[in-house]
């Protein structure tokens, strides 16, 4: 169960940092062809003369299908990392309940366990951001990038170390 629940709860954190990281990607082009626009808006509308409400695009349609979008990303970002965030609370646990019974304590301190641990943090962190109205979106998307960076970490960085209680699948030391 330990396994199974961990496998589920990295595959949905994986799923939902891709959502919000989409998000981050939308959120910058968008900003940045604002950016853009208010420049080319300041620089030429306003002294050649020219009809301002023909060039502000905040009210197109465009706009509002890519801020229904952001909307929605960040909404499924958040059910699908809370799924995980499920998964992984209870992988960690049933591993601690399983370590308890294999090698008499609930916690080593190996390092795929403490990368789990400082994953389960991050995505605790996610889920406090999204509690607070001004941190939404963009903000909360930022910290859910992050954790997606620690899940490859965790998953594959340090198993390559070759040390510790999960040691598996590590490089060979050939050195000579």
């Not at 607070?132 to 390559?160: P, Q």
Request: glycine content about 8%.
């Amino acid at each position: 169960m330990h396994v199974s629940m961990m496998i589920l709860g990295y595959a949905a954190l994986l799923c939902g940092s891709l959502l919000s990281v989409a998000l981050l990607v939308i959120t910058f082009r968008k900003n940045r062809k604002l950016f853009y626009k208010s420049n080319g808006f300041l620089n030429e509308s306003f002294f050649l003369g020219e009809n301002v409400l023909e060039n502000t695009s905040f009210f197109s349609a465009k706009n509002y299908y890519r801020s229904q979008l952001i909307q929605q990303l960040d909404y499924w970002s958040y059910r699908v990392i809370s799924l995980g965030f499920t998964f992984l609370t209870i992988g960690i646990l049933s591993g601690a309940v399983w370590a308890n019974e294999a090698w008499g304590s609930y916690w080593n301190w190996d390092p795929k366990e403490t990368w789990a641990f400082i994953t389960w943090i991050v995505f605790a962190i996610y889920l406090h951001t999204r509690t607070h109205r001004n941190l939404r979106g963009a903000n909360s998307a930022i910290v859910a990038s992050i954790g997606f960076l620690i899940i490859w970490i965790c998953y594959f960085g340090v198993n390559l170390l070759g040390i510790g209680l999960h040691s598996y699948g590590s490089f060979p030391s050939t050195f000579n």
